[in-house]
């Protein structure tokens, strides 16, 4: 088994450019497909990305997603951030027959 | 439109049960591998169960394998969670997620969830 390390927190000016990082914690993160979730406050979760950089059709292009074998780890990038953006954001995949998340990362827009 | 609508949740006390269901529709449900995921209050998501679409495969996390037992009835598209030998750290929303045809293992579809508080 594997764990994905999400940081708790981060935070960014409307506009600008953030990234998330999920890291694998052993194993090749490359091996594996890395699905993004958006969570908003009092609400249910939903995909932003998956298969590592695969947007759904209803995403905005503002949201990418990208595999760094060198840090072995993923990442969600939001760009041109708008205040709807807050929310938490989780990392998932799968090892086998177990599913795992990262912890969450809280995304503040101020 | 796909519509996940989880109930049965509620005040049980340590070491009691509960079932829980998930009515489905807007899709064909046993062409589909359903799920159940929790989020403790304030903390992140935990994958707890999988069921294929015919059901003959099931899977568990660690924490709660030989307590719950996920289920489903293809007829009544519905899927079940049966909880037995309740601990407060089950104390949790519990959401219903359908599987992704696009990728294994992903969730294209939530519920709105059920909250379950076990305490005495």
């Known amino acids: 088994n594997f764990m994905l390390t999400q940081p708790h927190s981060v935070s960014e000016s409307p506009g600008k450019t953030v990234t998330i990082s999920c890291t694998r914690s052993?194993?090749?993160?490359?091996?594996?497909?890395v699905h993004w979730y958006q969570q908003r406050p009092g609400s249910s979760p939903t995909t932003v990305i998956y298969?590592?950089?695969?947007?759904p059709s209803w995403v905005p292009d503002r949201f990418s997603g990208s595999i760094d074998s060198s840090s072995n780890s993923a990442s969600l990038t939001i760009s041109g951030l708008k205040t709807e953006d807050e929310a938490d954001y989780y990392c998932?995949?799968?090892?086998?027959?177990?599913?795992?998340f990262g912890g969450g990362t809280k995304l503040t827009v101020l | 439109e796909v519509q996940l609508l989880e109930s049965g949740g509620g005040l049980v006390q340590p070491g009691g049960s509960l079932r829980l269901s998930c009515a489905a529709s807007?899709?064909?449900?046993?062409?589909?591998?359903m799920n159940w995921v929790r989020q403790a209050p304030g903390k992140g998501l935990e994958w707890v169960s999988t069921i294929s679409g015919s059901g003959g495969g099931t899977y568990y996390a660690d924490s709660v394998k030989g307590r719950f037992t996920i289920s489903r009835d293809n007829a009544k598209k519905t899927l079940y969670l049966q909880m037995n030998s309740l601990r407060a750290e089950d104390t949790a929303v519990y959401y219903c997620?359908?599987?992704?045809?696009?990728?294994?293992?992903?969730?294209?579809?939530w519920g709105q969830g059920t909250l379950v508080t076990v305490s005495s």
């Open positions: 997620a359908k599987a992704s045809p696009a990728a294994q293992a992903m969730f294209d579809s």
């Open positions: 998932q995949s799968s090892d086998g027959s177990n599913v795992l």
């Open positions: 807007g899709f064909t449900f046993n062409n589909y591998a």
């Open positions: 052993s194993g090749n993160i490359a091996s594996i497909y």
């Open positions: 298969k590592d950089d695969q947007r």
